[in-house]
């Protein structure tokens, strides 16, 4: 599995950027898709995750209310809608997606196995 994600840049305070992360590779029927953020000297942070059978998305409460994820099963990717960015939004953010069941929502990066390659979110103020 290869996940690609795109549409980082550079973004004003209270503006809005849209990431997608596209899949390849093996058959695509992952049970989540998740995305996660790592800000410079800090440790990756959970943004939020949707499951891919029925799009049910849970969020950090950190961006909730603020971020909202999406899935388009047919080509295979997942977007992350960023409104009401702020500044320590900045961050490479990562999507990642594991192929396993959890019976608490996953959350945390050692629970998925394949990882994009990242892409920058930087909020001025």
């Known amino acids: 599995v290869q996940l690609q994600a795109s549409g980082g840049g550079l973004v004003q305070a209270g503006g809005s950027l849209r990431l997608s992360c596209a899949a390849s590779g093996r058959t695509f029927s992952p049970y989540y898709m998740g995305w996660f953020r790592q800000a410079p000297g800090k440790e990756r942070e959970f943004v939020g995750r949707i499951t891919w059978s029925a799009g049910t998305p849970y969020y950090a409460d950190s961006v909730k209310g603020r971020f909202t994820i999406s899935r388009d099963n047919t080509n295979n990717t997942v977007y992350l809608q960023m409104t009401s960015l702020k500044p320590e939004d900045t961050a490479v953010y990562y999507c990642?997606?594991?192929?396993?069941?959890?019976?608490?929502?996953?959350?945390?990066?050692?629970?998925?196995?394949?990882w994009g390659q990242g892409t920058q979110v930087t909020v001025s103020s």
């Open positions: 990642a997606t594991t192929f396993r069941f959890f019976k608490t929502s996953p959350s945390y990066p050692w629970q998925y196995d394949y």
